[in-house]
C-alpha cells in the first residue's frame, strides 16, 4: 500500500512520480525493475522512494491499481445476460481507453510477466456473475495482448454469453 507520505505530496510530483513508475514497469518486468532507474527519472532520492513505498512490489501495485481503477471507471457494475451488447462496447471502449491513457504496455507487461511474478489468486465466486468475469478477462486479456483478435474475440465472447 501507498505510505502517507505518497499521497500528501503536491499532485504534480505525485504525477512526475507516477510516470517514472509506469514507464519503469512497461519496459521492464517487476522482476527487473530497479529503484535507481525510476528515482533518476522522476527526480527523487532513493530514501524519499522508500518513504513514499515499502518496495517496488508496493510500488508496482499501487500504479497498477492506479490504472485500473481509472480504466474500469466507465464499465457497469454488473455483467448480466441483459446488457450483453452493452458490455461488448464496453469491452471495445475499454480497449480503446487503455490505449488513449497511455497503459496498453503497462497492462501487457502484466500480462506477459507481472501476472505470474505477483502470484494469482482464485476469482471470488459470487453465483451467477463468475462466469461473467472469468470471461470478460480472458477476452480483455487476448485483446491486450493481440490487438488484432478484437473482432474475433467479441463474437466468440458474445456467442458464448448468449447461450448462459
Known amino acids: 500500500m501507498v505510505l502517507a507520505t505518497f499521497t500528501n505530496l503536491p499532485n504534480e510530483k505525485q504525477v512526475r512520480i507516477r510516470k517514472a513508475l509506469f514507464t519503469e514497469f512497461e519496459e521492464h518486468?517487476?522482476?527487473d525493475a530497479q529503484v535507481a532507474r525510476i528515482v533518476k527519472e522522476s527526480s527523487i532520492s532513493r530514501g524519499a522512494f522508500y518513504k513514499?513505498?515499502?518496495d517496488l512490489t508496493d510500488a508496482y501495485k499501487y500504479?497498477?491499481?492506479f490504472a485500473l481503477e481509472e480504466i474500469h471507471q466507465k464499465m457497469p457494475a454488473r455483467a448480466t445476460s441483459e446488457?450483453?451488447?452493452f458490455y461488448l462496447q464496453r469491452i471495445t471502449n475499454f480497449v480503446t481507453e487503455t490505449d488513449q491513457a497511455g497503459y496498453r504496455n503497462f497492462i501487457?507487461?502484466?500480462y506477459l510477466h507481472n501476472?505470474?511474478?505477483l502470484g494469482s489468486k482464485p476469482t471470488q465466486i459470487d453465483s451467477d456473475r463468475w462466469a461473467f468475469k472469468i470471461l470478460y478477462h480472458q477476452t480483455l486479456r487476448d485483446v491486450i495482448l493481440d490487438p488484432?483478435?478484437?473482432d474475433t474475440r467479441l463474437d466468440q465472447l458474445?456467442?458464448?454469453l448468449q447461450k448462459l
Open 52 to 54: 513514499y513505498f515499502s
Open 148 to 150: 488484432t483478435s478484437l
Open 63 to 65: 500504479v497498477f491499481d
Open 83 to 85: 446488457n450483453v451488447d
Open 29 to 31: 518486468p517487476l522482476a
Open 158 to 160: 458474445k456467442s458464448v
Open 108 to 110: 501487457k507487461m502484466y
Open 115 to 117: 501476472e505470474n511474478y
